[in-house]
């Protein structure tokens, strides 16, 4: 995503749900079905609002071009949220965070000449009524301007952050107060443009993706295994596919889910030349410190329907593993462009899991497609169970919230918010 303010107009992005099940039964807490079955593929029920909640007057979870254009959709949105307190600073730059953990946030700016503090934003949420700024992480390029890629450990209780455009990367120390993080290291990695980026899930690695997506570009990988030594290892450079806008690991850090992002009919020698979708890579080389370190392609799952694909968000549940996909363009980017985006029927849950008896990372072909909102209400059913604390990952609902669209509020504020059954 360009570092950019939101524009003026309709912003499409999708979900995906991918399953990556592991070997052997295993029996669901839904009626006793094996975790090998799939399940109704239909969609959710539509989640019940409150009375004073204010709610989209079509599809939940969609924006309609009346009330882009009325000025409703300025107020933000909301279904079983309840606005607590706010953190309004110098604005927020929507795009940059928020990372978080325990009472603490880290929020990104605009870094605005004129701004009177600028650099990460560090946010007491102790009191979730009055939260409050504690620190500014303006010691470094990084976390002066970051882009996508402030990210928190939290087995580390470290924040990595990538500089914009730029070569710095940084390490904050959490572990002794999120409040009032410490610089454990500043570091110039060779040739690097950070753009998005993400942690091994030990905390020990850590993946700058680049400005530059495309056939040739690099992956800076930096050795974090001692934060106030922070080392560069090695600039990956890919020939083909596996280029990640955004990534996650696997529990022990030796796969890599990578969203590669393809938009359709994109020139060869652009960022976002070639297929769309997610790439399994065999990073153990990297994990284990072998010298002379290869990345190796596992599997790939790509789809035409959607474009520039962004996270991949890994979570667990009954002994299976998932990963929750989006696309920054969603149907705009695919091979119909607007018009398919628009059209019933374009929006779906993709499924698919790793070989039970082989125990291969290599997805089958379990490709579902359903009638628009299938994806936007399975997640909701996702969300309702994160906020009931069902689900270790992923922390979509977790401390802080943005309220708004598009054509939302633009005062950058980071609010707050107390969930029941939230939504997304």
């Known amino acids: 995503m360009n570092k950019r303010l939101l524009a003026n107009g309709l912003a499409i992005s999708t979900f995906s749900l991918l399953c990556l099940g592991l070997s052997g039964p295993v029996l669901s807490a839904d009626g006793g079905r094996r975790a090998n079955e799939v399940g109704s593929m239909g969609p959710v029920p539509k989640a019940?609002?409150?009375?004073?909640?204010?709610?989209?007057?079509?599809l939940q979870g969609q924006t309609t071009s009346l009330e882009r254009s009325s000025g409703d959709s300025e107020r933000g949105y909301n279904c079983n949220l309840e606005l607590v307190g706010q953190f309004r600073g110098e604005g927020a730059f929507s795009q940059d965070g928020p990372a978080y953990l325990g009472h603490c946030a880290y929020v990104a700016t605009e870094n605005n000449p004129?701004?009177?503090h600028p650099g990460v934003v560090v946010i007491d949420v102790s009191d979730p009524k009055n939260p409050q700024a504690t620190a500014y992480l303006n010691d470094t390029a990084a976390g002066l301007n970051p882009h996508e890629n402030l990210k928190v450990n939290r087995a580390s209780k470290?924040?990595?952050?990538?500089?914009?455009?730029?070569?710095?990367?940084?390490?904050?120390?959490?572990?002794?107060?999120?409040?009032?993080?410490?610089?454990?290291?500043?570091?110039?990695?060779?040739?690097s443009s950070g753009h998005m980026g993400g942690w091994a899930e030990d905390g020990k690695t850590y993946y700058i993706g680049q400005s530059f997506r495309g056939v040739g570009g690099i992956l800076p990988i930096i050795d974090v295994t001692d934060p106030y030594n922070a080392q560069w290892l090695l600039n990956w450079t890919f020939t083909g596919d596996g280029r990640p806008h955004d990534l996650s690991t696997n529990r022990d850090g030796t796969r890599l889910y990578a969203g590669q992002?393809?938009?359709?009919?994109?020139?060869?020698?652009?960022?976002?030349?070639?297929?769309d979708g997610l790439v399994i890579l065999d990073v153990s080389d990297i994990e284990f410190r072998?010298?002379?370190?290869?990345?190796r392609i596992v599997s790939k799952l790509f789809w035409d329907d959607q474009g520039q694909a962004e996270q991949m968000l890994p979570f667990f549940h009954h002994g299976r593993s998932y990963l929750i996909s989006t696309d920054?363009?969603?149907?705009?980017?695919?091979?119909?462009?607007?018009?398919?985006?628009?059209?019933?029927?374009?929006?779906?849950?993709r499924l698919f899991e790793r070989d039970r008896h082989h125990r291969r990372d290599e997805p089958e072909d379990r490709l579902q497609d359903h009638a628009r909102g299938a994806r936007s209400q399975a997640l909701r059913r996702l969300s309702q169970r994160a906020a009931r604390g069902r689900w270790r990952h992923p922390r979509l609902l977790h401390g802080a919230v943005r309220v708004g669209s598009p054509q939302g509020p633009d005062d950058g504020s980071v609010r707050f918010a107390r969930h029941g059954h939230s939504r997304l």
């Open 328 to 349: 920054e363009s969603g149907g705009q980017g695919g091979v119909g462009g607007l018009p398919a985006a628009c059209a019933p029927g374009s929006v779906g849950v």
């Open 261 to 275: 992002p393809g938009n359709f009919g994109a020139a060869p020698t652009n960022s976002s030349f070639g297929p």
């Open 48 to 58: 019940k609002c409150g009375p004073s909640d204010h709610t989209e007057s079509g």
């Open 290 to 295: 072998r010298p002379n370190p290869q990345i």
């Open 158 to 191: 470290l924040l990595g952050v990538a500089q914009s455009n730029g070569p710095n990367f940084a390490v904050y120390d959490l572990s002794g107060d999120c409040a009032h993080p410490k610089l454990a290291s500043s570091i110039t990695v060779p040739n």
């Open 114 to 116: 004129q701004q009177q």
